[in-house]
């Protein structure tokens, strides 16, 4: 069992920056690919962007280039570092952890919500 905790949500204005946080409860965490998704309102679970093991990004396009997803295996870490903020960005948040070749072995936090307004 793997236990994510998110953080650094909150209430931005458009064009600004957050950086989300997210702490992983395993000694086995460099086994696992990690993923930030976000869920608007009356939407679907979408995801925002993932990192492999190897460190191999990816990017929904419609945050390439604003986005950076980022992972520190030292500390349980990833970080979603997110710039020039829009308003259609506003979404809870979750961190997703799935083990690189066992993919049932799959964990979601309970999530952050960002909010972006003036």
């Known amino acids: 069992q793997v236990q994510l905790v998110e953080s650094g949500g909150g209430l931005v204005q458009p064009g600004g920056s957050l950086r989300l946080s997210c702490a992983a409860s395993t000694s086995i965490f460099s086994r696992y690919d990690m993923g930030w998704y976000r869920q608007a309102p009356e939407n679907q679970r979408q995801l925002v962007a993932s990192?492999?093991?190897?460190?191999?990004?990816s990017y929904a396009d419609s945050v390439r280039g604003r986005f950076t997803i980022s992972r520190d295996n030292a500390k349980n870490m990833v970080y979603l570092q997110m710039n020039s903020l829009k308003a259609e960005d506003t979404a809870v948040y979750y961190c997703?952890?799935?083990?690189?070749?066992?993919?049932?072995?799959?964990?979601w936090g309970q999530g952050t919500q960002v909010t972006v307004s003036s």
């Open positions: 997703n952890a799935r083990h690189y070749i066992a993919p049932g072995l799959d964990y």
């Open positions: 990192i492999t093991t190897y460190g191999s990004t």
